[in-house]
């Protein structure tokens, strides 16, 4: 019999794998959704097929229960959720911060518990899943969980310590790259060019520089010297963000969200 799947707390990422799934080739049929609000599970049913239902009627008929609502909600999910979830369930965390070490102080003891840090490009099956194993998740809770996540990309297994630097790396990294490219567009803006023109010459910029960094096989620090000519344009560029401490901030950045995820840890906010 194939494995029922199910999606507690239906957002964005929920979504996003969801779909993935359903694209991957899972029978929606095998899939259960749920979500807060009535409007949110009648639009899931009608895009995808799949039946919405209450937390506890998921935790009762799933073999796997994918938790992917906020860190600040997963106390109360839990608290929900934990009378009806017998010990044989896997349970995947999708959230930020919160170890598996919480779910496992409140699901029945010897509960399987994986913890996976997925990221939006999971809407485009270009998602990096990192995951980690909890105390009681076996070699094949693993494999399970690679192969749902797999639906939407690539991904990746590390020790749950690594979990938050790779939230602070991958979790959140397309927000910085999004965050360049508005950047880099108002600059367009700055020289002269219009909106939707400096819009698609730095889109393209970052996809060609994104497949040069995952498919030329360089370094890319290599990849940067070739760009940069003696006397030309860009060093003047690399000046000035040396000058204002472009490395400096990014490394700060990330150490900031890290620091975030570990104080996500306890699910208070
Ligand atoms: N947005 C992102 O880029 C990423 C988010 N995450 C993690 O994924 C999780 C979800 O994030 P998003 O999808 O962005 O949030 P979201 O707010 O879009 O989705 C969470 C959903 O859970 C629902 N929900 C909350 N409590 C519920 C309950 N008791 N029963 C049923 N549904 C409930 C909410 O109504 C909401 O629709 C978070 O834990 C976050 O840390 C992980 C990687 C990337
Ligand atoms: O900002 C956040 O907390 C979530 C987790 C990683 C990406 N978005």
């Known amino acids: 019999m194939p494995q029922k799947v199910a999606v507690l707390g239906t957002g964005k990422i929920g979504e996003a794998l969801l779909s993935g799934m359903i694209r991957g080739g899972w029978a929606p049929s ?13 639009q899931l049913r009608e895009r995808y097929g799949v039946e919405a239902v209450s937390n506890a009627e998921a935790a009762k008929s799933a073999d796997t229960l994918i938790l992917t609502v906020k ?24 959230a930020a911060g919160i170890p598996t070490a ?56 590390v020790p749950e310590t690594q979990q938050d630097a790779a939230t602070a790396l991958s979790g959140s990294g397309p927000a910085y790259f999004f965050f360049l490219v508005e950047a880099m567009t108002d600059a367009g ?24 960094l995952r498919d030329s096989g360089e370094h890319p620090v290599k990849l940067r010297e070739n760009v940069t000519s003696p006397a030309g344009t860009t060093i003047n560029a690399i000046r000035e963000l040396e000058n204002h401490g472009v490395r400096a901030a990014m490394i700060s950045a990330l150490e900031a969200a890290r620091d975030r995820s570990r104080e996500l840890a306890t699910g208070n906010g």
């Open 189 to 212: 803006i700055l020289l002269g060019l219009p909106r939707d023109k400096a819009h698609d010459l730095i889109v393209q910029a970052a996809i060609g520089a994104a497949v040069m």
């Open 71 to 94: 860190p600040q909600d997963m106390g109360a999910l839990l608290t929900e959720l934990a009378p009806h979830v017998p010990a044989d369930r896997l349970v995947i965390s999708g």
């Open 102 to 157: 919480y779910f496992e102080e409140r699901l029945a003891a010897g509960t399987p518990v994986v913890r996976v840090m997925t990221n939006t490009p999971a809407l485009v099956d270009e998602a990096m899943s990192v995951i980690s194993a909890g105390t009681h998740a076996t070699a094949g809770h693993l494999a399970h969980a690679e192969e749902i996540f797999g639906t939407v990309g690539k991904t990746l297994r």
């Open 30 to 42: 095998d899939l259960l959704v749920t979500a807060r609000r009535q409007e949110r599970a009648a």
